[in-house]
Every structure is written in C-alpha cells, then in structure tokens.
C-alpha cells in the first residue's frame, strides 16, 4: 500500500479557444420561483444581521479518509463536527446552529441584485448571487446555494476545500451557515414565520463569471453538427473531453463525484474547464485506487457514465448532443469524445507514479487493469440501454 503520495501536477495541454458570448445564449431559467429566492435572502439576511453565530475555523487536518472507502470523508468530518458543538453529542447535523468559514471575518450585510452574475444554467437549488459585507467594511461577490437538508451545505463545504487541496481547480469556497429553523423567529417578533420556520443550510463560495457547458449552444447543436462545421467549431469538442481528463485526474485523487452531469462543468473565462457542485461527491485516500480497486472502479464508471447520461438524452432538461446514434456507433462517439480523453489521462497519471517509483510494478499492472474494468462497465452502460429495447 503507497501512502502520503506526493502531489501530481495537473497534465499541461494547450488553451482552448474562449467561446464568444453568443455561444451562452439560453432560454430554461432554474427549479427554484421568485419568491422562494427571495423567501431565501431575507432569511440569509436575518441570520447575518439579528441571529448572529460565531465563526468557526475548521479544522480538516484533524481527519483522515478511510481507505477501505466504509465511508467518505465528508461523512466522518459530518459526524464529528456535530459531535463538538451539540449539547447532547448528536451526529445530526441538521438539528444543529453551525457556521463556519475561510477567514475569520463575519459578514454582517448582504445585498442582492449583483451585476455580472454567472449564467449557471438549471439548478435544483436555485443559486442565489448576492454581494456580502464584512465587519471590516470588505464586499465580496458570493455564490450563495440554499439547501433544505442543512447538512448538505456543509458536506459541499468541506468537499470543496478538500477537492482544492488535493489539486483539482475549482470555485473558491468561503462559508457555510447552517441555521435549525423551528421557531428561531421567536427571538425576533417583525420577522416572517415562514422565513425562519424549517432547517436551511447555506454554502458560500466566491462569485466567477463562470458558465457551464451545458449552456453553450454549439454543445446543444449535437455531436453531428459539431462534426460537420468548420474548424472553430469542432475545437467545442474539446471541452467535452476536458471533462473526461478532469474525471481521471478527480479518481486518481481518491475523489468521486455522484452527480457528473455535464451542467456541473464549468468554463471561465479564459476557456478553462473546471468542476462544480460537490454535495454528493464521496472522497477517500489518495492510492485509493490501489487500497480498494474493485470499489474504485465502481465508483468510477458511475461518474462517467452519470456523464454520459447527461450527454444522452437523460436528464431533465435533456441535451441529446450523441442524438441519431445507437450501438456500437453510440460507444465510439462517447469513447472519440470523452472516454478516449479519461484513459488517455488516466494512462499517463500512473505512468508518472510508476516512473517516480511510487509504484511496484504489481501495482502499476493492477492501475492498468483497472482502467480496463471502467472501460467494460462504462461501454456496457451506453449499450445496455439500446439491449433491454430491443428485447421489447
């Protein structure tokens, strides 16, 4: 078994060209009313404002992964942060008053309406821009998520920090606020019950003009359409298969995202394709590849092929960018466009470590074999499908 594996540099591969405005057009708007968002920043501002809770530092140097991958890391952060600050040693979080952040400023005034606000695309939670004001008389232009289920906002918050720290680049997190609700406007005769009625949990980050993929049009047009434009055009291929090496280098950094849909990839501006959106991403140890490799492949081809389906037609609202292909061709396009990019990635990853000596060579056989098993699970997923159809 390796252990304390010293950190991979991200693959360098030339920039991709920075799509024009007119590729962000689109029409959907999120899950989430008007009034419910609005509903969420008094509630946001109530907290900040009147039920002020002190700041936490947290501590993520305390906790160690577990390597036979029972159960994530965030799951163990979760039970023990709970532990420490309830009365009668819960591990529920959710039934809790927590917050914690990056520094420890409070912020104390919120304002809505911010100018310059990402195009985020559908969102179950409705992701709210605001500008947030310290103590200190700094403003920062956040990304605010509300969760129903508190507890999720702090999974997103250490998950994030987490991701960022083993080398993966994405948004920058700064807070999480969690507030138990049932009654909490008691305190405060003006406030409306049905703001400060239920548990709400809010996860901070800061605000990039970001977009994700799934808002670009020429990625909307179709693989085939794709296919048959000019040059300029073809080169958005490459943003798909960004996320294939992103997904590779994630794994082999003992981290596994449930909900890989292409929305939860993002461009900024100077073209560059990160992750978002991490309340259901499970982590574990970094060679955990090589300390439980049956669970890593499973865990893997879930990712890709959460991928995959969104590619295909599978989530509401569908993008059938693989639409008029079937079969085999259907595997070949999703291997040529993003599969291809994984192993390729995947391939020179663990050739790295095996050249550094990081690895025997009964463990660089087992890497390899690995990849083999995502490849079989993953095709099986695109062509299983079209097989049950047919049998019909």
Known sequence: MVSNTPEIPNISRPDLQVPSPDDFQHSEGTYTSPEVTNRKIERLKLIVQTNRKPYRILDLGAYEPDETGSKSLDQIVLASEAEKISTNRTGNMDALDYACSATPERIVRIQSNVE???VRGNSAHGVLFLRLGTQRGQFLDVAVKAFSTPSRAFIEYVNTIVIRERGIDTLDPIAVIIDKGKGSGKSNPTSNSKITNEPIGYYI?????IR???RLRLVRSGYRSLLASDETHRSYLEYLSKTGEILAQMHLKGIFPGDAQIKNFALRQDGKVIPIDFENTDIFNVDFFLTNPEKFADMSQKALSVLFGSLNAQTTPPINFFNGYSGEHLWNAFNDVVFNAYA???EELVLRKADAKELSVDQ???ALEGLETIRG??????????MIASKH
């Open 116 to 118: 310059g606000a990402p």
């Open 212 to 214: 994700s993929i799934d």
């Open 377 to 386: 699970k993953v095709r099986e997923r695109v062509l299983t499908p079209l």
């Open 344 to 346: 390729s990635t995947y």
């Open 205 to 209: 980050s800061v605000m990039e003009p």
């Open 364 to 366: 660089f056989v087992q």
